[in-house]
C-alpha cells in the first residue's frame, strides 16, 4: 500500500513493506533541471536505515584529516569569494556589504571549485561550505582541500550539522565564543560517518542541491512579489498633499473625496474573561484575538479560544471587520492590521473598525498598510513599560477615498497580490522543512 503526494517538483511517496517497515521515496525534479534526484528512506521498528538507490547502505566512521588536506596557496589577482552561516560560498560582488578597495589582497588564499573552506572564528556556527567558485578568500579563512573519496556537496551538508558543529565548538581555542578559533588541526581530529560509495555522497549532494534551487525559486518569486506589493501600494493610494494616485484602474479620473474614518466605519473593542475562572477557556472555540495574533493581514485563527460564557459580555465581530493593535510592545515597529475572516471576540488590546456603507473594507486594510509608518509616527505614543496609539485620534482621522466602485477594484487586487505572496511563502515554507526534516534523517 502506498500514498503519493505532490509539491512543487517534489513528489513524496510513503508505503509500507512488511508490518514492521515503513518507507518514504522523495523526489526532486525542478521544471529547470533534466535530473531526476530520488532518496529512499526505510524506518524498522527498532532500526533506521537510509539507501541512495544504486547505492549500498554502508557507511563507515573516518577522521576529516583523512579526507582533507590544508591548502596555503596564495594570490591576489582573482575574484573575492565570502563565507557566512546563511549564504555559504559566494562572490563578494553580490554582497549588499562595502568593501574596502584600498585593502590590501597580498595573503588572500587561493580556492578551488570543490574545496571547503571555513570561517575560523565562526566555524561552530555553521560558517562553512564547499565552494563552487574560483577565487580568494581572506588570510582568516580555512581552505581544506578533499582528496578523491570525497564528493564536496555531500561534505557541504556533512558539515553543516548540529552534531558537528558541537564538536567544532568543544575543539576550537579561545576563552569565549566570540574569540574561539578552530584552527586545521583540529578539524582534522574530528570524526565523521560518511558513505564509503563516492556514488552515494554524490546522491545525497546532488538531491540537495536540487533542492536547494527549488528553494531559491520560491524565495526569489516571493521576494519579487513582495517588492511589487510595497511598489503598487505606494503608487495607487495618493502621496501627501494629493488628491489622486499616481496609478489608476481604466476608467477612473475623479479626484478622491477627504473623508473622516468616523464617517465611514463604526469602532469597537474587548477585553480579558478572567483568567481564574477556567469555564472561560477549557474547550472554548470562539475566536478571542490578542496582539500576538495580528501577524499577517489576514486572521482566521487565533491562538487562544474562549468559550461561549467567557464570550456571553464580548461583542462577536463578524468576518470583513478590521483588528488594529493599540497596545503593544511590537508598536516600536509597526501598526499591526488584519481582515478578520472568521466572526471573532478581541480583548483590551485591540481596536475594531468595522467599515460601513461606502467604505470598502479589503480597500481600508490595504489603506492602513500603505500608510502604516506615517500612521504610526502620527499617532503613537510611548509608555513607560508598552507602546500605544491614540485611537480617539486615529477615529477622526482624514483620508482621501475614490468611488465604492474603484475601491473595490484595488481592494480586489491587492486581495489576490496577497494570496499569491501567501501562497509562496507557504510553499517556501513546507520546503524549508522538508529539507530540514531529511537532512536531520540522512545525517542522524
Not at 16 to 25: D, L
Not at 208 to 228: A, G
Request: proline share 5%.
Amino acid at each position: 500500500m502506498a500514498e503519493s503526494r505532490k509539491l512543487a517538483g517534489i513528489r513524496i511517496v510513503t508505503g509500507t513493506t512488511s508490518p514492521f517497515t515503513r518507507y518514504e521515496r522523495i523526489s526532486v525534479s525542478p521544471a529547470s533541471c533534466s535530473i531526476r534526484s530520488e532518496y529512499v528512506i526505510a524506518f524498522y521498528t527498532f532500526k533506521l536505515q537510509y539507501k541512495c538507490n544504486n547505492s549500498t547502505p554502508a557507511w563507515e566512521q573516518r577522521k576529516l584529516g583523512e579526507l582533507f588536506e590544508e591548502s596555503d596557496e596564495r594570490a591576489s589577482d582573482r575574484e573575492i569569494l565570502s563565507v557566512s552561516v546563511a549564504n555559504g560560498i559566494y562572490p563578494a560582488s553580490e554582497s549588499d556589504r562595502e568593501t574596502n578597495p584600498g585593502a590590501s589582497l597580498a595573503n588572500y588564499k587561493i580556492v578551488h571549485f570543490g574545496d571547503v573552506v571555513y570561517n575560523s572564528m565562526r566555524m561552530w556556527q555553521g560558517a562553512v561550505d564547499a565552494s563552487r567558485y574560483d577565487g580568494i578568500v581572506s588570510p582568516a579563512y580555512v581552505v581544506a582541500r578533499p582528496n578523491s573519496e570525497v564528493y564536496a556537496r555531500f561534505f557541504a551538508r556533512l558539515l553543516r550539522q548540529p552534531m558537528l558543529l558541537k564538536q567544532y565548538q568543544q575543539v576550537s581555542q579561545g576563552n569565549s565564543k566570540d574569540t574561539q578559533v578552530l584552527k586545521f588541526d583540529d578539524f582534522a581530529s574530528i570524526g565523521i560517518s560518511m558513505p564509503a560509495s563516492e556514488n552515494e555522497q554524490r546522491r545525497i549532494g546532488g538531491f540537495f542541491d536540487r533542492l536547494d534551487s527549488l528553494i531559491t525559486l520560491h524565495q526569489r518569486k516571493y521576494d519579487k512579489l513582495v517588492i511589487f506589493k510595497k511598489s503598487m501600494l505606494e503608487k495607487m493610494f495618493p502621496k501627501d498633499g494629493e488628491s489622486v494616485p499616481e496609478i489608476r484602474f481604466a476608467g477612473f479620473t475623479d479626484p478622491w473625496e477627504q473623508r473622516k474614518l468616523s464617517e465611514v466605519a463604526t469602532f469597537g473593542g474587548g477585553h480579558t474573561p478572567p483568567m481564574a475562572d477556567p469555564d472561560n477557556y477549557e474547550d472554548g472555540y470562539v475566536l478571542w484575538v490578542t496582539s500576538q495574533d495580528v501577524k499577517s493581514n489576514y486572521l482566521d485563527r487565533t491562538t487562544t479560544q474562549i468559550t461561549e460564557k467567557g464570550a456571553k459580555e464580548l461583542t462577536l465581530y463578524p468576518a470583513g471587520s478590521l483588528v488594529m493593535v493599540t497596545r503593544s510592545g511590537i508598536l516600536r515597529h509597526t501598526l499591526p492590521v488584519a481582515e478578520l475572516r472568521k466572526p471573532s471576540t478581541v480583548n483590551q488590546d485591540i481596536r475594531v473598525i468595522l467599515p460601513q456603507g461606502e467604505c470598502c473594507g479589503e480597500w481600508l486594510l490595504q489603506f492602513f498598510i500603505s500608510h502604516n509608518k506615517e500612521l504610526l509616527l502620527e499617532f503613537g505614543k510611548t509608555g513607560t513599560t508598552v507602546e500605544s496609539v491614540d485611537f480617539g485620534k486615529i477615529k477622526d482621522m482624514l483620508l482621501y477615498m475614490p468611488s465604492t466602485v474603484e475601491q473595490q477594484q484595488i481592494g480586489d487586487f491587492f486581495a489576490k497580490l496577497d494570496s499569491l505572496i501567501t501562497l509562496h511563502q507557504r510553499k517556501l515554507e513546507l520546503l524549508q522543512n522538508i529539507k530540514k526534516s531529511l537532512l536531520d534523517k540522512m545525517f542522524a
